[in-house]
């Protein structure tokens, strides 16, 4: 059973999905199929008076289109130690050549408040309106250490501002 908690309670299992095996984001693409991809980075705040939660996407991502053509996206976190297969999987393969949910054996479900589903074997999510999106360049970095190790061939991420809507967790 899963219930409604607030904007910042499920913080602490989040930064240990990101800093683990990962969490997924899932964004919906122009012909509307869902697609997970993995991610480690992101960050729950408070942005334009507001709960947000910032994800960072690189240009090279199939996720990175889906995110240019739809307005939402859900944030799914994974229990403590759970869909390690499933995770790999999204964060190696593109939904540009495959299904990704369906070869995952991931079960999309329709979010409460957003277009994008949430994925149902997943503990803890966040459905997110999208407000702004931001192209990081070279010329943005006052780090040279980060630019060169991060950004070696460019593909540099594209930063997404989305407000949290709802966020529900298992008991
Ligand atoms: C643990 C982990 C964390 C990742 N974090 C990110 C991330 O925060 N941003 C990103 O752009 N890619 C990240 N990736 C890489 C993408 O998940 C990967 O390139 C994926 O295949 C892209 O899928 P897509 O083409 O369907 O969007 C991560 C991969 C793994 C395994």
Known sequence: MKRDIGWDEGSARLH??????GAFIVAVDADGKANPMTIGWGQVGIVWSRPVFTALVRVSRYTY????????FTINVPRPGELKEALA?????S??????????GLTMVDAKA???????ECALHYECRILART???????????????????GDHHLIVFGEIVAVYADD
């Open 16 to 21: 240990e999905a990101l800093t683990g095996y």
């Open 65 to 72: 289109g889906c995110l240019q053509a739809s307005e939402t």
């Open 89 to 93: 999987f999204c964060g190696t393969k």
């Open 95 to 104: 939904g540009r050549d495959c299904d990704k949910a369906a070869e995952a």
């Open 114 to 120: 957003v277009e994008a589903p949430i994925i149902d």
């Open 135 to 153: 192209q990081q360049e070279s010329s943005d970095f006052a780090s040279g250490e980060v630019l060169d190790r991060f950004y070696p061939n």
